[in-house]
């Protein structure tokens, strides 16, 4: 089955500095890529996704990044602000049948 | 709309307890998910329904059972709870499947078998 691996599990940035986070997965057949934002306490939200037939999506100061061939795709959090701390989530769809998630990012943003 | 809501918030269950779950969406979506999250594991799925009436297993199914009666309700049962079964439950919901469309989630469920 599908398994994808999240990198790093802690990152912590000053405000104002840009943040990357990394996921690699293992079937070629995942064709969605969705990335959730998790709070202390609160529900994932999804906060940006991509599709295997886009390279690349931007959301504001958020952009996903897709390569097919090498199975990996980057979250980009711009001009991070303290708000943007908590946990992220990537995960990769497999077959339409069932979706893994990576073990998450707890991101932390220093005023 | 309330989205999708989660009942209980908390319970704690002494081992070889019973309990049930309860995922309620006003979303008129055909998908929902029951999900378990571990520290350092990220979520994980436990069961799935692509519609009323229909059930699948997802990563996780040992040790637990889902009905879907009404399109609006997911239960999420536990026959005879394990202290592994500890975690936080999460449901969600989607009107396509994934690939197509997003999952919207419950508030969770925090378990604790002692």
């Known amino acids: 089955g599908e398994n994808v691996e999240q990198h790093p599990s802690t990152l912590s940035v000053q405000e104002g500095d840009s943040a990357v986070i990394k996921c690699t997965y293992s079937?070629?057949?995942?064709?969605?890529f969705p990335w959730y934002k998790q709070e202390l306490g609160k529900r994932p939200q999804l906060i940006i996704d991509?599709?295997?037939?886009?390279g690349e999506k931007k959301d504001q100061r958020i952009a996903v990044t897709l390569n097919k061939t090498a199975k990996h795709f980057s979250l980009h959090i711009t001009e991070t602000q303290p708000e943007d701390s908590a946990v992220y989530f990537c995960?990769?769809?497999?077959?339409?049948?069932?979706?893994?998630f990576g073990a998450g990012t707890r991101l932390t943003v220093k005023p | 709309n309330a989205g999708v809501t989660q009942t209980p918030k908390f319970r704690v269950l002494k081992t070889g307890q019973s309990m049930t779950l309860l995922c309620a969406q006003d979303?008129?979506?055909?998908?929902m998910y029951w999900y378990r999250q571990d520290p350092g594991m990220g979520l994980r799925l436990i069961h799935y329904?692509?519609?009323?009436?229909?059930?699948a297993k997802g990563e996780v199914p040992d040790g637990y059972n889902v009905s879907r009666l009404k399109k609006q309700n997911f239960l999420l049962g536990l026959e005879s709870a394990a202290p592994s079964q500890t975690s936080v439950y999460f449901c969600?919901?989607?009107?396509?499947?994934?690939?197509?469309?997003?999952?919207?989630f419950g508030p969770g469920t925090r378990l604790t078998v002692l």
């Open positions: 969600a919901s989607s009107q396509l499947g994934w690939g197509t469309d997003t999952q919207y």
């Open positions: 079937d070629s057949a995942s064709n969605y």
């Open positions: 991509i599709r295997s037939n886009v």
């Open positions: 995960a990769a769809s497999y077959n339409n049948n069932d979706m893994r």
């Open positions: 979303m008129n979506h055909e998908y």
């Open positions: 329904s692509v519609g009323e009436g229909t059930t």
